[in-house]
């Protein structure tokens, strides 16, 4: 089945710099990837997917990278603001099993 | 937008009960469910997916007649936690699939807590 690697798994920045959380997947067949913020005793929100048809997708501050080659896609938060800090995952889904699997998560510190 | 609602938000019993987490559809019709469990600090694993008028597929390593999976509408999946222990404590969360694109939305999750 699919297997979902995140790093790092902890990350500290300062307020305005920028993180960079990295994700790899085992199966090739995947074709959604979504990201999910999730603090503390909340459920997951989605702040931003891409599909395997597509190598970037940006929405304000946060952009995603795909590489399906490498099976490696990667979350990118400029500006960081204390708010951003959370937990983040990962998460590689195949449509045809209609499941998603998570990373182990990153996280996530901004440091006023 | 859709709206996965799951209840309760927390709930305490005893060692040996059962406790039923329900997750309802509010706005859409939910033909797969999936069922999470996440321990404190860890990740969201995949527990089953529950399929309406079908029995649920669980992962590897799920005990299925412990936690046994109702999905008997379009609108409602639940959890049973059969004869619960402690070390079943956990926050279980579910998720449905939306219709083409849409991604998925998950229910507020459960903090279950045994004693």
């Known amino acids: 089945g699919e297997n979902v690697e995140q790093h790092p798994s902890t990350l500290s920045v300062q307020e305005g710099d920028s993180a960079v959380i990295k994700c790899t997947y085992s199966?090739?067949?995947?074709?959604?990837f979504p990201w999910y913020k999730q603090e503390l005793g909340k459920r997951p929100q989605l702040i931003i997917d891409?599909?395997?048809?597509?190598g970037e997708k940006k929405d304000q501050r946060i952009a995603v990278t795909l590489n399906k080659t490498a099976k490696h896609f990667s979350l990118h938060i400029t500006e960081t603001q204390p708010e951003d800090s959370a937990v983040y995952f990962c998460?590689?889904?195949?449509?045809?099993?209609?499941?998603?699997?998570f990373g182990p998560g990153t996280s996530l510190s901004v440091i006023p | 937008g859709a709206v996965v609602s799951q209840h309760p938000s927390w709930v305490i019993c005893k060692s040996g009960t059962s406790v039923k987490i329900e997750c309802r559809s509010l706005?859409?019709?939910?033909?797969?469910m999936f069922w999470y469990r996440q321990f404190p600090k860890q990740s969201l694993m995949l527990m089953a997916t529950?399929?309406?008028?079908?029995?649920?597929?669980?992962e590897q390593g799920v005990e299925k007649d412990k936690f046994l999976i109702n999905h008997a509408s379009l609108t409602l999946s639940t959890l049973t936690v059969t004869s619960a222990h402690p070390e079943d404590s956990s926050f279980y969360i579910c998720?449905?699939?939306?219709?083409?694109?849409?991604?998925?939305?998950f229910g507020s999750g459960t903090r279950l807590t045994v004693v």
């Open positions: 998720s449905a699939r939306l219709g083409g694109n849409y991604g998925y939305t």
């Open positions: 199966d090739s067949a995947s074709n959604y």
């Open positions: 891409i599909r395997s048809n597509v």
């Open positions: 998460a590689a889904s195949l449509a045809s099993y209609d499941k998603v699997i």
């Open positions: 706005d859409f019709q939910a033909t797969t």
């Open positions: 529950s399929n309406e008028g079908s029995k649920a597929t669980y």
